[in-house]
C-alpha cells in the first residue's frame, strides 16, 4: 500500500497539472489581447492593401482596447511579408492582410512557393473584394480595350507593364490579360503598388493592372487613363469605365479579395475573436463608407469568418492553378 501512494499521488499532481494548463489557455485566450498587435501589410506604402489595412486598423484598436501597429513589409509580390507571419509565434499578436495574389496565386507562380496557404496559415475571415483595372499612362495611343490589344500586339517587344511584385495580384492580373489577348510584354516589377503608379504617372512604364483604390484618384486627376474595368461588372464609383467583357473581351472577370491570416496553431479562441471584431470593424458605418469610397466591395457577413475563407482559399487554388501554369509564367 505503501507502494502505491506515491503513483497516486503523482497522477494526482499531473491530473491538477494539466487542469491548470488547460485553465491558464484559457485565461490567456479570454484575456487576449494584452499588448499591442502588428497587421502585416506586405506591400509598400500606398498601395490597395496598405488603404485597406489602415482603414481597418483604427477601428479594430478600438474594438480590441489595443492599438493595432500596420507595418508595411514589401517584396517579392507580398511573399515576404507574409512569409513572417507564417514563421510568427501563434499568439495571436501578429497577422498579415493577405489577398488572392499573396495567399492564392502565389501558390501556381510559384516553382517552390515560399509558404504553403492550406498549412502554414489560420484563416481569419476575408475583408474586401475589389475589381482590378486595366490602366495605361496617360499618353497611351489607345483609349479603348481593341485599340489597346491592337498597340500591344503591333509594339509588345517595346512595351512595358509594371506591378507590385512578381506573384502579386497585379502581376497575375497583367498576365492573365497578356495571356488571354496573345502578347509578350517585358514585366517591371515593383515592391508595391504605390512605386508602380508613380512610374506609370510618369510615363516610365506603359501600363498595369491594378486595384481601383489606388487607380481611382489618378484617374480622376487626370495623371492616367483607365482603358477597362477587368471584374464582371462596372463600378459604382466609375460608373463610365467599361469592363473588358463589354468591349469584347467575353468571360475575363479578375476581381480580387483581400483576408486577414494568423499562423497556424494560433488557438482557435484568438482567431474567432479577431474574425469577430474584423466582422463588427465591417459593419460600422465610417468604415462600409471609406471602403466602399474607395472603390471596393464590403465583404457580405455570410462570406466571412475562418471556415467561409479556408474553403475560399481551398477553391481558388484550384480555379487559378490551370490558367496561371497555362500562361507559361512562372517564378524562382
Not at 236 to 263: K, M, R, S
Request: glycine content about 12%.
Amino acid at each position: 500500500m505503501f507502494n502505491k501512494m506515491p503513483r497516486l499521488g503523482g497522477l494526482t499532481l499531473l491530473a491538477a497539472a494539466l487542469a491548470v494548463m488547460a485553465f491558464g489557455g484559457n485565461a490567456t485566450a479570454q484575456d487576449w489581447p494584452t499588448r499591442p498587435l502588428t497587421m502585416i501589410i506586405p506591400f509598400a506604402a500606398g498601395g490597395p492593401s496598405d488603404v485597406t489595412g489602415r482603414i481597418l486598423a483604427q477601428r479594430m484598436s478600438e474594438l480590441l482596447g489595443q492599438t493595432v501597429i500596420v507595418e508595411n513589409i514589401g517584396g517579392a509580390g507580398g511573399t515576404i511579408g507574409s512569409s513572417r507571419v507564417a514563421r510568427a509565434a501563434p499568439d495571436g499578436y501578429q497577422f498579415v492582410l493577405g489577398n488572392s495574389g499573396t495567399h492564392v496565386w502565389s501558390q501556381s507562380l510559384y516553382k517552390k512557393p515560399p509558404f504553403n496557404t492550406m498549412t502554414d496559415f489560420a484563416p481569419v475571415s476575408l475583408v474586401t473584394a475589389g475589381a482590378r483595372l486595366l490602366l495605361v499612362r496617360k499618353d497611351f495611343p489607345a483609349k479603348t480595350l481593341p485599340e489597346f490589344i491592337a498597340y500591344v500586339k503591333a509594339n509588345q517587344t517595346t512595351l512595358k507593364f509594371g506591378s507590385a511584385g512578381a506573384g502579386s495580384a497585379s502581376h497575375i492580373g497583367c498576365i492573365l490579360l497578356n495571356s488571354v489577348i496573345g502578347v509578350d510584354v517585358t514585366h517591371i516589377p515593383y515592391r508595391g503598388a504605390g512605386p508602380t503608379m508613380q512610374d506609370l504617372v510618369a510615363g516610365r512604364i506603359d501600363y498595369m493592372c491594378d486595384a481601383i483604390s489606388t487607380g481611382l484618384p489618378q484617374v480622376q486627376g487626370g495623371t492616367i487613363r483607365g482603358i477597362a474595368n477587368l471584374a464582371g461588372s462596372r463600378a459604382a464609383v466609375l460608373p463610365d469605365l467599361p469592363t473588358a467583357q463589354e468591349q469584347g473581351l467575353t468571360g475575363f472577370d479578375l476581381t480580387a479579395w483581400q483576408g486577414l491570416f494568423l499562423p497556424k496553431g494560433t488557438p482557435d479562441a484568438i482567431v474567432k475573436r479577431l474574425a469577430k471584431v474584423v466582422s463588427d470593424t465591417l459593419d460600422t458605418p465610417y468604415v462600409r463608407q471609406r471602403v466602399e469610397g474607395v472603390g471596393d466591395e464590403v465583404i457580405a457577413p455570410e462570406r466571412r469568418g475562418p471556415d467561409y475563407l479556408a474553403k475560399t482559399v481551398a477553391s481558388e487554388i484550384e480555379k487559378w492553378s490551370g490558367p496561371i501554369k497555362a500562361s507559361g509564367v512562372s517564378v524562382e
